[in-house]
């Protein structure tokens, strides 16, 4: 019998959470120059490294370089210069094996209107080769926790954007990731919809999961985040801990809003 090596390698780990709590001597993810450029730099040799296990807050203006910067290192776009690693592949050189421990959700989330979530999320995990008796009971877990279950059987066509969201967040995580990069996950979210989609993010980190979020909503980022960083025109201007942003700003009693908006104009008048 010819087997597929192409198949095997796609197959997610067996033991999804086990090992990813005691993998602290590999960082998550770790860029080094990342650097990409349209009709001006919008990633500029960005050097960022976020710890396995940890929540991490990636904020900037409009524009800041974010989202390019996220897709690059979920292997959506091609930089035009630098490196990425996902607990310690190589997400350049070997795409395949990046893209099988980790999960993208963006702000716009695109799934197939008519399947039902049920039958969205047993379609995503038989992309993953996933066995049907252990991707079943997964799926229903998943949306019943981000508060769906009323709606297991209805097409997705009739969902609202925030609906979507929450299907799609559902299917990103179908295969048990160990990385997941979310763009704007609350967008469109009423606020006990967010609720769901905060608690669930809360118990993967716990799990020993890392997040990687981009957020508008600074109350998100003070609350949930172990760090925080803070790009503009493309570069990092600052990172830390709540605690350490407040410290390296000189007040201990400045607001995550008084903080990130003094270090975007800071940076605005210097370029």
Known sequence: MVRNEKALSLQPNPEPFGPFAIMTDVSALEVRGLTKRFDRPA?????????????????????????????????????DAGSVMISGIDALADPVAAKQVMAWVSDEPMIYDKLTPLEYLEFVAGLWGIDPAVSQLSAHQLLVSLGLEPHLHERCEGFSKGMRQKVALAG???????????????????????????????????????????????????????????????????????????????????????????????????A
Not at 49 to 74: D, H, I, Q, S, W
Request: proline share 3%; hydrophobic share 50%; charged share 25%.
């Open 43 to 79: 990633v500029d040799a960005l050097d960022l490294t976020v710890r396995a296990g940890e929540f991490y807050a990636l904020l900037g203006p409009n524009g800041a370089g974010k989202t390019t910067t996220l897709r690059m290192v979920a292997g959506l776009l091609r930089p």
């Open 172 to 270: 990103a995580l179908v295969h048990d990731p160990r990385l997941i990069i979310l763009d704007e996950p609350l967008t469109g979210l009423d606020a006990l919809s967010a609720r769901h989609v905060k608690g669930l993010l809360g118990d993967r980190v716990r799990a020993g999961c890392t997040v990687i979020m981009t957020t508008h909503i600074l109350e998100v980022a003070e609350r949930m985040a172990d760090r925080i960083g803070v790009i503009a025109a493309g570069r990092l201007v600052a990172e830390g801990t709540l605690a350490e942003l407040r410290q390296q700003n000189g007040r201990n009693d400045t607001s995550l809003e008084d903080m990130f908006i003094a270090l975007v104009d800071a940076e605005a008048v210097a």
